[in-house]
């Protein structure tokens, strides 16, 4: 008899825990991503603020699961799904919407930027997704500080020092954070004609506290934390406008040459590719064995999938996700040698950190309520043991260390695709991009 065809789509958090729960399964398994590597997207503001280097939070997926045998690695966008023909359509740079069919689909496609409504924003406040995204945050966030020293005109040293980040949960304040140390360690004593430390830092949010996902203890203390470090923390306001000219904010006019989406997300297609019921923000709807309902062939966990527990959702993070996965894993594993099924999915809670600048996290788990130095070593210990590979675990710990022993970043680059042809940075001058060196221009 034909070995069972299992195809996840998707090589994230709950994707990859899917396949590795699968590894001794008599089965064919294809896991098709749209991106080669596994990213680490927790550490992605530490990319985006030139601690870590993009290589030492992705891997190569295929790298990762080289010695699993039963699963081959498809570089590819998955399009659609058609649920009766059983097969996803596939999209490579060969071909466009290729069947390929499957008995047992997982889909874990996580989530994307939501702009409320508001792309036009998207132009003008890039969000942290992926590995391009932080790459392409690290260059706005390096390039405001070589424009505000090749500027002549001091009146507009203010403006393009100026780092507006809209949304305070986890990501803005981690970042926020990040840039307060960044401009107070890294930069104090390389530049000449301006103070890095001058810079304003302003994080804002609708909401009435910063990290609204945790107890309000943690969340003032998180909020005090910030301030000391120089952050400007608006809440309780919404931002009207974004535009190349900085953020509007209840009314008034904040001029920024960098703005930075840290706020909503958005469900991956899944939902409209299998036509089925999604909650309001549009992820999948799952039963409690995390199967699509009326199709126990079809499972969709992660960010993309909506469950409640104890009456309410689970939340989008990666735990949620790493277990959902191995669950999901595990069913299919049963049915396929048929054995029992494994009871009901339930998730347990380990508990949420958020870093604020060097030295300083919050933490909460259970009745468990932490923030200072200890908490950042918790936070430090379980980000590196979940990091995908072990030589990863190494490099980041070794930065790390090195970081907070010396404020040296690990990779402060500007990196950009236009080669060495001039890029105008500042009225008077243009900077070569792939040279360091910075014309008058005639
Ligand atoms: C900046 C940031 C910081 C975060 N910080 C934390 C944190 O501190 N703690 C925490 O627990 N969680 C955090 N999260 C959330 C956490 O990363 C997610 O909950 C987790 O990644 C969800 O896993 P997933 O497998 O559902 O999706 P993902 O990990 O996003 O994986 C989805 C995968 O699917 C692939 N894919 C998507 N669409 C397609 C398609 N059409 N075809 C093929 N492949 C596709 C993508 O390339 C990706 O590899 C953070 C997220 C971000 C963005």
Not at 204 to 209: G, S
Request: proline letters at 5%; glycine letters at 10%.
């Amino acid at each position: 008899m034909a070995q069972a065809r299992i195809i996840i789509v998707g090589g994230g958090f709950g994707g990859l825990a899917a396949v590795k729960a699968l590894r001794n399964a008599p089965a064919e398994i294809i896991l098709i991503d749209r991106s080669n590597h596994h990213l680490f997207q927790p550490l992605l503001y530490q990319v985006a603020t030139s601690v870590l280097s993009p290589g030492q939070i992705g891997y190569p997926i295929r790298g990762i699961l080289g010695n699993q045998k039963n699963t081959t690695v498809i570089l590819g966008e998955v399009t659609g799904v058609d649920k009766d023909r059983k097969c996803v359509f596939v999209a490579d740079a060969d071909h466009e919407g290729m069947p390929i069919p499957y008995d047992y689909l997982v889909l874990a496609t996580g989530v994307t930027h939501s702009y409320f409504g508001h792309n036009e924003f998207e132009e003008f406040a890039p969000g942290l997704k992926s590995l391009a995204d932080a790459v392409a945050v690290r260059n706005k966030i390096l390039e405001a500080f070589e424009q505000a020293e090749a500027e002549e005109d001091p009146s507009r040293h203010r403006d393009l020092l100026t780092f507006v980040l809209v949304g305070g949960g986890p990501t803005g304040v981690e970042m926020a954070g990040a840039i307060a140390v960044l401009v107070r360690s890294t930069l104090k004593s390389e530049f000449r004609r301006i103070d890095p430390a001058s810079a304003r830092i302003v994080l804002v949010d609708r909401a009435p506290r910063v990290l609204s996902s945790f107890s309000e203890d943690l969340s003032n203390a998180a909020k005090q934390r910030l301030e000391r470090l120089g952050v400007e923390v608006r809440l309780g306001q919404g931002v009207d406008r974004i535009d190349a000219d900085g953020v509007v904010l209840a009314g008034k006019r904040i001029v920024s040459k960098t703005v930075i989406w840290t706020a909503g997300v958005a469900p991956s297609p899944a939902g409209k590719w299998l036509n089925t019921k999604t909650d309001p923000a549009g992820r999948v709807r799952v039963e409690t064995n995390l199967h699509v309902v009326g199709h126990p062939e079809i499972f969709v966990v992660g960010d993309t999938a909506s469950l409640d527990q104890d009456g309410k959702p689970l939340p989008g993070v990666a735990q949620v996700a790493m277990q959902q996965g191995r669950y999901a894993g595990k069913v299919i594993h049963s049915r396929i040698v048929g054995k029992p099924e494994p009871g009901p999915f339930s998730y347990f809670d380990k508990g949420s950190m958020a870093v604020v600048g060097k030295g300083f996290a919050v933490l909460q788990s259970g009745r468990v309520q932490v923030n200072g130095l200890f908490a950042w070593l918790a936070w430090a210990a379980v980000h590196l043991e979940f990091l995908a590979q072990s030589s990863l675990r190494v490099s980041v710990f070794l930065q790390w260390v090195w970081t907070y022993l010396t404020g040296q970043r690990g990779s402060r680059l500007i990196v950009n695709h236009r080669g060495s042809a001039p890029v105008r940075v500042a009225a008077g001058f243009t900077a070569t991009t792939g040279a360091a060196t910075a014309v008058k221009v005639p």
